[in-house]
């Protein structure tokens, strides 16, 4: 779509923007983040003031910065598209060498009293500039052989750039989202085909040279995914916090044990209870209700964002949805696969409900792009 | 940029169809967090509940306070007595160094104690509390209590433990408390969790082994809940439990502390038992030890004193032991050939100093023969010789049957430790214990309680009992129970001609009251209370033909664990038999020189239930007695001994 069939076609203006909002969506997303805010106020052990209430406060702000993103035209963060990327390359490569290494080797740059994660920034900001790139790109020559090294390009750089953090989750984070893009862009299904084939293969081929001389992983890294696959086999090592977490969901049962009377979390058996670790204790005090309930409305948010992104006739605004939707959804997703012991433990928060301050503004940025296109599309 | 419409149009439906595909992959994926969350938290909600609790609820629990231990009279035999100990929390107390320093300016505390402490803490997180000292008296209690402002983190707890205000009085009978070893729980089939407290005292000899199950009571939980690193969080519930059953015994405390100062300086069992109700009023043992020492802990050095001491301080003898009863098993020989008919009471027998059976001598303890003895003489004057000839007219099986009906041979069921069954031998017993045939010179040394013959103290004691009554006495040692009143121990009648029993009493009065008895020194004077006994004296050693024919080694001239054991048993009063008593002094010589006199003091013990007047005893006695009294008396009040003249005069 072009500038000129915006003008062309009605577009929202001023204020009356705010009519044109995806009501449904913000009002969503201020659900899951209230359900954090209780969730913080209950491991605080009933005080607001440790994480409920700077978590109220970047809620807030965050939620004006989604309003004036989403009051801005699309075009313009089309436009910005590519400078917004290479400005988080920067950031990621400015924290490799200032920043500080906090828990989990998560990277951050202290920005006053805000402590930014650039490879949050980054997720966010390849989502925008390949859905730029496929937007400018002829159709035809998407599967083009040539025209896919650019895309690569901008995955793999902040992949390896977050890897060497080394941040494994984020890094695969980022990758699924980039692929997921290129995936609706129209890329040949081949190409998607040969990359899982190879990574099947690879982790066949590192399962099947283990205690061979030319084996893939050290020893260590062979127990670890072992102690992941079975975590009884170390009950009080690395097995202790997954047991642990399991332990605090499954004693939730249907309705839970109550506001406040989590045992797990206030015990302190539960590790990173605020952080990733958030969900067992929701699932415990408020039960498998609670759980789906959560799930339901990640499930909705989804929804929204499909339908959102459907809406869209120009390519750039569905697949920065798409892809904004796809980075949310593996946030949960690798969360609860983690936190139920399906994934290994790879350090990756509960998108809105974790406390944690950079994502949650990310996150609500990101939310703004989405309604910034929701809202200027033409009708 | 600028594409044609009709491109885009192109792109439109792909774009939507791999839309779609992944909206697909999505919804898959959550399908699976979604049953992953019903199978976490429906499908094994049970599991997970258990193990939460797990984690957070710790039961501690809470020593009951043990069952004490009362005497027929309510005097307590076993009493929990408060213990203090000082202990210190390491993150109330600040530096820790510093800490016991301050502790150490306040009450005595050994250089050793302090590292000890020191190092401990180091291994146990900073909320645990560590014992600094072990039972630390009163004084120290509260020196420490009244510093306490000074002394933060450190306090004085109270716990219980076992004490046993008779000492060596008691000590076989009651038993002693110990804690519990890993041996000790390797042995229990489902040992009781009270058990896995740190050093919990429970029963390990006497009654306190014995009724163990009542006297421990049922152990109190507290549920606590603990946090990840084990700091008490909160108390969730108490259950105090139930103390445990006091127990009333049959013992008589005074009487048993005279019997075991009567018995000191012998190595030396007696038991006293009511003829009425099989009451056992006093279960000496001679020499004993303080049962305290065990509650503590033993040392090595007492330890070794008390197990290499060849009077055996340790073995409860009046159960535990097995003697040859020598003549007071004649008792038992006798009515089993009265019963049988074998014999007329005043059908002689000729005593010629020895019988000789099929080609071996046996001597009679006269080496020139009673002469012609009926069965009252027999027992007055102990004469063996008619012995083995009535025994081997009646046979082994029909002695060995007596000797069960009147208690000798069957294992009595006493609440005490390795109590003795003793040897009631008849020929099945012989075939099965040595695979050999029974032989009649088995049978004549049977009959005089040597050979195989084997019985307690506590046997004999029965065994007079139920001569005297004629009825099936059982010995008792415990009265109540939480305050119920046991089975008494009266019995039924033995079924066993009056007459004969009759035959037998009076022989026993003869062998005290007849101017020519075994006895007649250590008669009662007192009357109504005339005294009816049997002396005994049985050899542990084989005397040879040689020594015969150049004459018998003086007991004096032996070694003392070579000499003859001293028996004796009696009933009082005569006509009104009330209690029995069975007297054994290892290696003591003469039935009638050691033992008797022993039996006639604690028999006039128990029936006056004090001491008695010297008018008990006959003219000629009474110095002895009184010196006997004062001695006795010495000893029971702990004051240093007058002579020791006292107890040898007696023997003399």
Known sequence: MSYLEYQVKFVPSGLKKLLYLNWPLVLLVTAVSCMGFIMLYSIAGGRIEIWSEPQIQRFGLGFLLMMAVALIPIWFWRGSSWIAYLVSIGLLVLVELIGEVGMGAQRWIDIGPLRLQPSEVAKITLVMALAAYYDWLPPRRVSNPIWLIPPLLLILVPVALVLAQPNLGTAVLILGTGGAVMWCAGVHWAYFATVFGAIGGAVYAVFETRGTPWQFLHDYQYRRIDTFLDPSQDPLGAGYNITQAKIALGSGGWTGKGFMQGTQSRLNFLPEKHTDFIFNTLAEEFGFMGSITLLALYGLILLFLFHAAMQCRDRFSSLLITGIGVSFFLLFCVNMLMVMGLAPVVGVPLPLVSYGGSQLLVLLIAFGLVQSAHVHRPR | ?652
């Not at chain 2, 012995?387 to 000797?403: C, F, K, L, N, S």
């Not at chain 2, 099965?432 to 049977?446: E, K, L, S």
Request: include cysteine; proline fraction near 6%.
């Open chain 2, 1 to 652: 940029m600028k594409r044609q419409r009709n491109e885009s149009s192109e792109v439109w439906p792909r774009m939507t169809r791999r839309a779609v595909l992944l909206g697909t992959a999505q919804i898959g994926l959550m399908g699976v967090l979604g049953w992953r969350m019903k199978q976490l938290q429906v499908d094994q909600a049970d599991e997970f509940k258990l193990l939460a609790e797990e984690n957070r609820v710790n039961m501690r629990l809470i020593p009951p306070a043990r069952g004490l231990i009362f005497d027929r009279n309510g005097v307590p035999l076993a009493t929990n007595e408060p213990v203090y100990r000082i202990v210190i929390v390491r993150e109330a107390a600040g530096e820790p160094r510093e800490a016991l320093a301050r502790l150490a300016a306040v009450m005595p505390l050994e250089p050793e104690a302090i590292d000890r402490t020191l190092e401990e803490m180091d291994r146990v997180a900073s909320f645990v509390p560590v014992t600094v000292k072990d039972r630390v008296s009163w004084d120290d209690v509260a020196r420490v209590t009244a510093n306490a402002p000074a002394l933060p983190g450190i306090t004085a707890e109270v716990g219980l433990s076992r004490h046993y205000p008779h000492g060596p009085d008691t000590a076989h009978v009651v038993g002693y408390v110990g804690p519990v070893s890993d041996y000790d729980l390797s042995l229990m089939e489902d040992p009781d969790p009270l058990f896995q407290i740190p050093k919990f005292q429970f029963g390990k000899t006497g009654v306190e082994a014995k009724l163990e199950d009542q006297l421990r009571g049922k152990a109190g939980a507290q549920r606590i809940e603990v946090n990840s690193v084990g700091r008490v969080m909160r108390e969730l519930s108490r259950d105090e439990g139930d103390k445990g059953t006091d127990v009333q015994l049959t013992i008589d405390a005074g009487l048993q502390a005279f019997v075991e100062a009567r018995l000191a300086g012998e190595s030396a069992a007696c038991v006293v038992i009511d003829c009425a109700s099989g009451d056992l009023l006093a279960v000496g043992n001679a020499p004993s030890f303080d049962p305290n020492l065990f509650v503590r802990g033993i040392s090595v050095a007492d330890w070794t004193a008390l197990n290499e001491n060849i009077y055996r301080p340790l073995a409860a003898k009046a159960v535990q032991g097995a003697y040859p009863p020598g003549s007071t098993f004649k008792i038992v020989t006798g009515l089993a050939a009265l019963e049988a008919g074998v014999i007329d009471p005043e059908e002689t027998v000729w005593c010629g100093g020895y019988t000789e059976v099929s080609g071996t001598k046996f001597h009679c303890w006269k080496s020139g023969g009673h002469g012609n003895v009926n069965f009252n003489d027999s027992l007055k004057y102990s004469c063996d010789c008619y012995y083995y000839e009535v025994g081997q007219r009646v046979g082994i099986d029909a002695i060995a049957a007596m000797a069960k009906r009147l208690g000798v041979g069957i294992r009595h069921n006493v609440p005490m430790s390795a109590v003795a069954e003793g040897v009631a031998p008849d020929r099945a017993w012989k075939t099965a214990q040595y695979d050999d045939d029974w032989r009649v010179g088995d049978t004549v040394n049977a009959s005089i309680g040597q050979g195989y013959v084997l019985a307690s103290p506590l046997q004999l004691a029965v065994m007079v009992a139920r001569v005297a009554t004629g009825r099936e006495v059982i010995p008792r040692l415990v009265k109540t129970i939480a305050g119920v009143e046991q089975p008494s121990g009266a019995g039924a009648s033995l079924g066993i001609n009056e007459n004969s029993l009759r035959r037998a009493r009076a022989s026993m009065f003869d062998v005290v009251n007849h101017e020519r008895g075994t006895a007649h020194k250590s008669r009662i004077a007192t009357d109504g209370m005339e005294m009816a006994g049997k002396t005994g004296t049985s050899q542990v050693r084989r005397i040879t033909p040689e020594e015969r024919a150049r004459g018998v080694t003086s007991n004096a001239d032996l070694p003392w664990n070579r000499r003859d054991h001293a028996l004796w048993v009696d009933f009082a009063p005569y006509n009104n038999p009330r209690v029995a008593v069975a007297v054994v002094v290892e290696h003591g010589s003469g039935g009638s020189t050691a033992a008797a006199p022993i039996g006639r003091d604690v028999t006039l013990q128990a029936l006056y239930g004090t001491f008695p007047p010297l008018e008990a005893y006959p003219s000629d006695a009474r110095d002895t007695a009184a010196a006997m009294q004062e001695r006795v008396r010495a000893i029971m009040e702990g004051r240093p001994l007058p002579t020791e003249a006292g107890p040898e005069g007696s023997r003399a």
